[in-house]
């Protein structure tokens, strides 16, 4: 299981800055993972990393097996969907449910992991964009209009 911690100079300080205040900021740590599951979902439709990097398309065997060339789209589509979030006064964090998560989101090699097919770049989907940080801090500040 793979961790990602991100870290916003911007971010972190208007956190502190309420928490010094006394504030809590529950409800929008909740609005902050429900705005980044969303937008972690639509980076499943536009098929890029939170740096706008597009994923890798899928080897040919793997869409082979696969019977189709959509990236990190099994049949069900679970990766997009069993996305959550946990929040609490002073932080949120959010990610996949799924057990292979951190393998499509980080990748691996068939040397380490010999059950895979093939190798598997990775293709991020879990991160914080330059938009992202931007609605972050909207978010604490809508808070702080209240």
């Known amino acids: 299981m793979g961790t990602i911690n991100v870290s916003s ?3 972190e300080r208007a956190i502190t800055e ?9 409800a929008p740590m909740k609005s902050i993972g429900e705005e980044m599951i969303q937008r972690t979902q639509q980076r499943f439709r536009d098929k890029e990393a939170p740096d706008g990097t597009p994923w890798a398309a899928n080897s040919p065997v793997t869409e ?3 019977g189709h060339g959509r990236v990190l789209e099994g049949e069900s589509g679970e990766l997009a969907k069993q996305l959550s979030y946990s929040a609490t006064s ?5 990610g996949s449910l799924m057990v292979y998560a951190a393998m499509q989101n980080f990748g691996g090699s068939k040397a380490e ?6 190798d598997i770049p990775g293709r991020e989907f879990i991160g914080l964009s330059d938009d992202d940080e931007d609605e972050v801090l909207a978010i604490l500040a809508d808070h702080l209009s209240l």
């Open 90 to 94: 002073d932080s949120v964090e959010f």
């Open 113 to 118: 992991y010999p059950h895979l097919w093939g």
């Open 64 to 66: 082979a097996r696969k």
């Open 18 to 26: 309420l928490l010094q205040k006394g504030e809590d900021l529950t």
């Open 9 to 11: 100079e911007a971010v």
